[in-house]
T-cell receptor, first 113, second 114 residues
């Protein structure tokens, strides 16, 4: 699994767009980028996944530049309920039997009123 | 409608007294994971099952064991809990053939050791 680096924490205000960037310099050709969200006292929840360019769903957008050495999770018009920890994971979707999914340190996002 | 169920949600055990945490799933996923998460830390993978194949992380203490009697159920046994084992324990599943890293997590079991 490629190592990922994210900011430890970020603050933003309600109604703003929030962008969280993840660095993954040694991403492999077959690796995908996946983001999870975790609220206190709950298990992580899948947000979005992508390979290149841009992916959008009802919750977020994921921007991946051509070199794929980084990715940016974009949350449009955040609210207080978006306060959570966001994890970036990188890995090959074609899991072998002993492959594992490891979480990095994550980014603690705090939304202010 | 629950997909990954963990019981109990809160567990209190005494120092050294064996405890078992359970996880069940209705998704029929072939991969199941156990993570340990301590306060303000990322989930730490303990082990996972790919079907019946057990994969233990190198740094998972021998005190932690797991059983997967069938596709739906997976258990975490802590043989002699220490104070340092107090944490949230998260169970997750993954569809190996789904072409995604989308894990489905249960709500977790918060373990307290007294």
């Amino acid at each position: 699994l490629a190592k990922t680096t994210q900011p430890i924490s970020m603050d933003s205000y309600e109604g703003q767009e929030v962008n969280i960037t993840c660095s993954h310099n040694n991403i492999a050709t077959n690796d995908y980028i996946t983001w999870y969200q975790q609220f206190p006292s709950q298990g992580p929840r899948f947000i979005i996944q992508g390979y290149k360019t841009k992916v959008t769903n009802e919750v977020a957008s994921l921007f991946i530049p051509a070199d794929r050495k980084s990715s940016t999770l974009s949350l449009p018009r955040v609210s207080l309920s978006d306060t959570a920890v966001y994890y970036c994971l990188v890995g090959d979707l074609h899991l072998n039997r002993d492959d594992k999914i490891i979480f990095g340190k994550g980014t603690r996002l705090h939304i202010l009123p | 409608d629950a997909m990954v169920i963990q019981n109990p949600r809160y567990q209190v055990t005494q120092f050294g007294k064996p405890v078992t945490l359970s996880c069940s799933q209705t998704l029929n996923h072939n991969v199941m994971y156990w993570y340990q998460q301590k306060s303000s830390q990322a989930p730490k993978l303990l082990f996972h099952y790919y079907d019946k194949d057990f994969n233990n992380e190198a740094d998972t203490p021998d005190n932690f064991q797991s059983r997967r009697p069938n596709t739906s159920f997976c258990f975490l046994d802590i043989r002699s809990p220490g104070l340092g084992d107090a944490a949230m324990y998260l169970c997750a599943t993954l569809d190996r053939d789904g072409g995604s890293y989308e894990q489905y997590f249960g709500p977790g079991t918060r373990l307290t050791v007294t």
